[in-house]
């Protein structure tokens, strides 16, 4: 079955004029990104990327925000394993080939051939910025607010923000926002690269997005995509060995009674209360 073919669940999929419009839907609330969401990403970003008929990519989330990042309630069962009491190298083995799986599912995004405008309005939590981390422009409007929210829930980001960002914003504000977990808005989001330019509001965002894409997609393809190529060859091996590293550490270290806290917290809708054990 074509790429296209495929009847998503996370995603929605337009193509006119040489330009793929994806938009995250869920289906968690917020655009959460569960287990379809993960699944879903390679299927159709390596479809997008073998597509001769595509040559740029425009990727926004439905509703008012872009996404909340890791679906936590959906994804509980996978964690569940690994967070036992007796949970050795089986249990850490699996957690481990999950990790690699999820994060090829945003590599897909970075790795695609055709460049990606990312458009965000609203959250862009946590798994989010893994995620338009792996885009190659990405837009803002006013009401748009990121964070690398992992830290706040007992992980150590693993889905590439902390490969990617410092090659984006800098060490400095990398560790800033990985660090203190803190939100921050779209102006500061421009001041510090996050975000090439900043939009009244979503619908003002999304059409800018669409008309760069445009752009990208009137000039000559393969020479697009061998810029791209030359952009990426540089920092392709120190991406790819930052996410070999943190998805060994999160297997080896991640179980821990804070994450559980975390987890808890999140179902009872209380602050955590973390003890470092």
């Not at 159709?44 to 926004?60: E, I, K, N, S, W």
């Not at 504000?173 to 979503?202: F, N, Q």
């Not at 297997?251 to 470092?276: C, H, I, Q, Y």
Request: contains cysteine; charged residues 25%.
């Amino acid at each position: 079955m074509s790429y296209r073919d495929t009847e998503y669940k996370a995603f929605e999929l337009s193509i006119r004029d040489h330009v793929a419009e994806v938009t995250m839907i869920g289906p968690g609330r917020g655009n959460a990104m569960g287990p379809d969401c993960w699944a879903e990403l390679s299927v159709l970003f390596g479809g997008l990327d073998t597509d001769p008929d595509v040559r740029a990519v425009v990727l926004t989330g439905s509703g008012k925000n872009f996404t909340y990042g890791l679906d936590l309630p959906a994804m509980a069962g996978d964690f569940g394993p690994v967070l036992a009491p007796e949970a050795k190298a089986g249990p850490r083995t699996a957690f481990h080939e999950m990790i690699k799986s999820m994060q090829a599912g945003v590599n897909a995004v970075a790795d695609c051939r055709k460049p990606v405008v990312a458009a965000v309005s609203g959250w862009c939590i946590g798994g989010g910025v893994d995620l338009i981390t792996a885009a190659d422009i990405r837009l803002a409007s006013e009401d748009a607010t990121f964070s690398v929210r992992e830290v706040k829930v007992a992980i150590v980001a693993d889905m590439g923000s902390l490969a990617r960002l410092p090659l984006i914003i800098g060490g400095g504000h990398t560790r800033e926002l990985a660090l203190t977990g803190k939100d921050i808005d779209a102006a500061r989001a421009e001041k510090i690269g996050l975000v090439s330019d900043v939009y009244p509001d979503k619908d003002t965002a999304v059409e800018a997005a669409r008309a760069m894409a445009a752009e990208i997609a009137a000039n000559p393809p393969l020479v697009v995509q061998g810029v791209k190529d030359v952009l990426d060859h540089s920092r392709s091996a120190r991406v790819h060995d930052s996410l070999r590293y943190v998805a060994a550490w999160n297997a080896a270290f991640l179980p821990s009674n804070d994450l559980t806290e975390a987890m808890s917290a999140v179902f009872e809708k209380r602050p955590p209360e973390f003890t470092g054990e």
